[in-house]
C-alpha cells in the first residue's frame, strides 16, 4: 500500500506519520499492493480528525473519525475501515474486479455481518412542511423523520447534520 499523508492546521510529526503507516498498514493484506491510501489530518478547534480515502475499482472505501486526540482518532478509524471491508465483501459481486487480494476474497464471509430486516414499520403521514418535519423529529429524539411534503406532494426526508441546529431535506428526483 501507498500512503499519501497530508495534514490541515497540524504538524505532520514524524511519529503521527508511523503511527498511520502502522495502524493502517494492518489492512495491507486486503488490499493489493499498489493501492494508493489518502489520509488527511487535521485539528478543527479541540477536534484532532482523521479521513481516510482508499479507491478501488468500482467503489471507495472512506472513513472519518475525530476525537480529543489523534491517535485516538488513528485507531478508531481503522476500525471503521475493517468494519465497511468487511461489509462489502459480502457484497462483492464480481470478484475479480475489486483491489482486494485473492486470499481474502476467497475467504468465507461471516453470516453475522448479514443484513437483516427485524421490523418493519408502517404509520399515516400527514401533509407538513420541511421545518415542522423537523420539529416533529426532534420532539421524537430521532436523527431522520420521514414525511409528506405538504408543498410538493411528495414523500421527503430531513435528517440532523453536525453542526448545531442544522438539518438536511432529501427530495426524490424523477
Avoid: W
Amino acid at each position: 500500500m501507498r500512503f499519501i499523508i497530508s495534514g490541515r492546521n497540524i504538524n505532520l510529526t514524524a511519529g503521527l506519520q508511523s503511527m498511520v503507516e502502522s495502524k493502517l498498514g494492518k489492512l495491507e493484506k486486503y488490499f493489493q499492493p499498489d493501492t494508493e491510501v489518502q489520509v488527511t489530518l487535521s485539528v478543527e478547534r479541540d477536534r484532532q480528525k482523521i479521513e481516510v480515502t482508499i479507491p478501488l475499482k468500482g467503489t471507495v472505501i472512506r472513513a472519518e473519525e475525530s476525537s480529543t486526540d489523534m491517535y485516538q482518532s488513528i485507531d478508531l478509524v481503522e476500525e471503521v475501515i475493517e468494519g465497511q471491508l468487511r461489509k462489502y465483501k459480502t457484497r462483492l459481486m464480481n470478484r475479480n474486479q475489486t483491489g482486494f487480494t485473492p486470499a481474502y476474497t476467497e475467504e468465507v464471509p461471516e453470516e453475522e455481518n448479514a443484513i437483516q430486516i427485524v421490523r418493519t414499520k408502517r404509520f399515516a403521514m400527514k401533509p407538513m412542511d420541511p421545518e415542522e418535519a423537523c420539529l416533529q423529529m426532534e420532539m421524537l429524539g430521532h436523527s431522520f423523520y420521514v414525511f409528506l411534503n405538504s408543498d410538493t406532494d411528495q414523500v421527503n426526508v430531513v435528517y440532523k447534520r453536525k453542526g448545531p441546529n442544522t438539518y438536511g431535506l432529501i427530495e426524490p428526483e424523477f
